[in-house]
């Protein structure tokens, strides 16, 4: 059995979810990432980890990880859910398929990875999920209204996970970043950062590690912003 902490992260082929798995190596967890793209292969052989080419849109996919992650390793200990990007559009031209798009993709990946791996974490008596969500889950944004509608959807069912489990010794929380460097930002928008810039996928992933280790061990049931400041409203 492995003595190092196991953590699985998705959509993790490039920035953010590349920055979480390359933060949780650097502490010492032993690894389990997916991603659509092949390109998880190299992420995964840097860090000598299993990849999973897959989609977190897929209950099968999802499956597969958590299985792939057992067989190696014999534990989880930490999940980190991250995603690619809902749709965008005008909020009344927006579609059905939109709407269950972003659905799938930003709130039930968590419901379904919850449901697999909440078992394992309860027979070890410890286990910490962080989910990747966005600033505007708390001040949304008309730019990103798919998002920001499910993903303030998302903060409810984290309290209501941890309201659940948080006995049993397993944690739910939210990292919601503000304006990153792997996506353009107006110049009128980063006028808007109070701490005067972008924030990187590092200094994303740093909380992150936070939040999936023993050191936030009080810490559950939170939306953790990571905006230098960007949202205002209390």
Partial sequence: MES???????????????????????RGYR??????????????????????EGSVRREGDLKRLVAAALERYGRIDAVVNNTGHAPKGELLELTDEDWQKGFELLFLNVVR??????????????GSIVNISTFGAIEPSLEFPVSSAIRAALG???????RRHAALGIRMNNVLPG?????????????????????????VARVVAFLASEESSYLTGQSLLADGGLVRGL
Avoid at 4 to 26: K, N, Y
Avoid at 157 to 162: A, E, H, P, Q
Wanted: proline letters at 5%; hydrophobic letters at 50%.
């Fill in 156 to 162: 409810a069912y984290t309290r209501l996970f941890s």
């Fill in 4 to 26: 190092h902490p196991v953590a699985l992260v998705t959509a993790a082929s490039r920035g953010i979810g590349a920055a979480c798995a390359r933060e949780l190596d650097r």
């Fill in 179 to 203: 304006l990153i460097t792997t996506d353009p930002a107006a110049e009128s928008d980063r006028a808007e950062i109070p701490a005067g810039r972008l924030g990187t996928p590092e200094e």
């Fill in 113 to 126: 990875i919850a449901r697999l791996v909440t078992p394992v974490m309860v027979a070890q008596r410890t």
């Fill in 31 to 52: 690894l389990a990432l997916l991603a659509r793209s092949n390109a998880i292969h190299q992420v995964a052989a840097e860090l000598d980890a299993v990849a999973i």
